[in-house]
């Protein structure tokens, strides 16, 4: 997608899918007994409704100090979204993010390089620095220099992930060559979004992906931060196809018969799109979309409801 938005083109649409994260920031009361069942269901109305994505998270082990808020649901996104590329059709499969700097790049590339040729290209890797020390000392990363660690890892993946049967990098902290890897993937530049928000995040995301995930920054901040996103690639000489993201507030298209929260947008599908319009106005490319649900059926009902009546007005 480009960095800026061209003339008429609709805002995508992604989701983050429910049950194989649970932080207690947005998940639903239902989600702690759903299993395998909802999730194929979700992600079979996301790929009817038009949906540019689904997104899966990654944390490998949660500490018993995060465990209440956090919970320490967390599915493996490589597992889930292969699980789910068998069942859909179109939706791209979207880490989000994948904490890569815990993991060998070469056993990340074979993982997400076979994903993205059993699903045929759908694969869009997420990355992201990583922020629970406890699950980097216990896998034996320095949790200090997860930053610069992140740093080689993108550029580890990006010759491990390319065209090349026997990858080639040589770095401070990895070092490969003439080591084979097949299946390769099907798309010949597998796409890669840097998630973050801080300011080391966003340079990453400027000079090193091909997209950025925003992680939190309310609509207020975007203007600010996909300004410097530009400024820092026009300085650079940075081409090619970009991705600027946002998460949306929580949805509910309709009018709830329950309390769904002071901040979740609601309403007619026209009054829904007219408020998630302004993310274009913005530069935005792509938001993830979270509703406000009591079950698989109702969130399966949203989110069927969005793609039939509010995604044709995202111009």
């Not at 989701?15 to 395998?36: F, M």
């Not at 220099?145 to 992930?161: K, N």
């Not at 979740?264 to 530069?283: C, H, K, N, Q, W």
Request: charged letters at 25%; one cysteine or more; hydrophobic letters at 40%.
């Amino acid at each position: 997608m480009p960095a800026q938005p061209s003339e008429g083109r609709r805002l995508a649409y992604g989701i983050q899918l429910p049950v194989q994260s649970q932080s207690t920031i947005y998940a639903e009361p239902w989600e702690a007994d759903a299993g395998p069942d909802d999730l194929l269901a979700v992600a079979r109305a996301a790929d009817r409704a038009g949906f540019a994505y689904l997104a899966s998270c990654d944390h490998v082990a949660i500490p018993r100090r995060l465990a209440s808020a956090m919970s320490t649901v967390w599915y493996d996104p490589v597992a889930t979204l292969a699980f789910l590329a068998g069942v859909t059709e179109r939706v791209r499969l979207l880490s989000h993010v994948a904490v890569v700097g815990l993991r060998h790049p070469l056993l990340t590339a074979k993982q997400y390089a076979t994903l993205d040729h059993l699903s045929g290209g759908r694969l869009v890797l997420g990355v992201g620095a990583g922020h629970v020390r406890e699950e980097f000392e216990a896998l034996g990363v320095d949790f200090e220099r997860r930053g610069p660690v992140l740093d080689e890892t993108i550029d580890a993946l990006r010759a491990a992930l390319g065209p090349d049967e026997f990858p080639e990098h040589h770095g401070k902290l990895y070092d490969f060559e003439g080591l084979g890897q097949r299946p390769r993937p099907a798309q010949e530049r597998v796409p890669l979004w840097v998630g973050g928000s801080s300011p080391a995040a966003v340079r990453r995301a400027a000079l090193k992906g091909d997209g950025w995930l925003p992680q939190g920054d309310p609509r207020d901040r975007l203007p600010e931060q996909i300004a410097r996103i530009r400024r820092l690639r026009e300085e650079a000489g940075a081409e090619g196809p970009y991705t600027i993201g946002a998460i949306a507030e929580p949805l509910y298209v309709g009018t709830p018969a329950w309390d769904v929260g002071s901040r979740t947008i609601t309403g007619p599908p026209d009054a829904v799109a007219e408020s998630l319009r302004a993310y274009r106005a913005m530069g935005v490319d792509q938001i993830q979309v979270r509703f406000r649900n009591r079950s698989s059926a109702e969130l399966v009902d949203q989110i069927a409801r969005f793609g039939a009546e509010v995604g044709q007005l995202l111009a």
